[in-house]
């Protein structure tokens, strides 16, 4: 499956888009407070809504570079214990709980942006909330990643089964599954193994990193 370039940056950037537009707009508000209302109550809320939005924001671009910029791009390692904080910091703006027991230092940059985009992934399978739990496991010169999302509906769309099997939506691609064809792009060129399961309960995603492999999801 090939997408032209410039439709793919179109997408990603409407994906980027789409996860800011939220506390910019939460950023306006508070704004327009701070200009009509000079009630100490009223203010008092306003800075309460501007921070809690710029945290907000600044967790979304340092993800966003993370998954589709500078942080996992080209060669060499990338911290597992920074990309833990950024991806902390980004849940805390969703639903999920999350918990990553880091037991490695570094990994190759392309199977970290193929990590953080499953955790990306992980979080739009659970519409009401739940768990999302990452495993990270190195064995000489094989590398490992487990991403489990466990909650109430979990469920791995259509769209974004067939984006990570490489292969273009029913309808399309689209702002939202675009992202795990990302995650399909980087591993293939880098012989990264996908793989998903699924269960009533839970959704695991899983990415291996080994001499001889090929970036085919199971």
């Not at 060669?75 to 639903?95: E, W």
């Not at 999920?96 to 953080?116: D, G, H, Q, S, Y």
């Not at 939506?169 to 702002?175: I, Q, V």
Request: proline share 4%.
């Amino acid at each position: 499956m090939s997408i032209d370039v410039s439709q793919l940056i179109a997408l990603v950037s409407s994906r980027v888009c789409h996860d800011l537009a939220s506390p910019i707009q939460a950023l306006t508000t508070a704004l327009d407070v701070l200009e009509s209302d000079n009630s100490p109550e009223m203010r008092e809320s306003a800075i309460g809504l501007i921070r809690n939005s710029t945290n907000q924001a600044g967790a979304k671009v340092d993800f966003m570079r993370a998954i589709f910029g500078s942080v996992t791009a080209g060669n060499g390692t990338s911290s597992l214990a920074d990309l833990k904080n950024i991806a902390a910091k980004f849940i805390a703006t969703q639903k999920p709980e999350f918990k990553w027991e880091i037991t490695e230092n570094e990994f190759p940059k392309p199977l970290a942006r193929v990590l953080m985009n499953l955790i990306m992934i992980a979080i739009d399978s659970l519409p009401r909330g739940g768990e999302i739990e990452v495993v990270t496991t190195k064995n000489g010169n094989n590398y490992e990643v487990m991403v489990k999302a466990t909650g109430y509906r979990v469920n791995l769309k259509p769209a974004m089964r067939a984006s990570l099997q490489g292969r273009a939506p029913e309808d399309g691609f689209d702002g939202r599954s675009i992202q795990p064809f990302i995650a399909f792009l980087t591993a293939k060129q880098n012989k990264i193994e996908l793989a998903a399961r699924e269960d009533e309960q839970s959704v695991t995603l899983i990415a291996r990193m080994q001499s001889e492999v090929s970036g085919m999801i199971g």
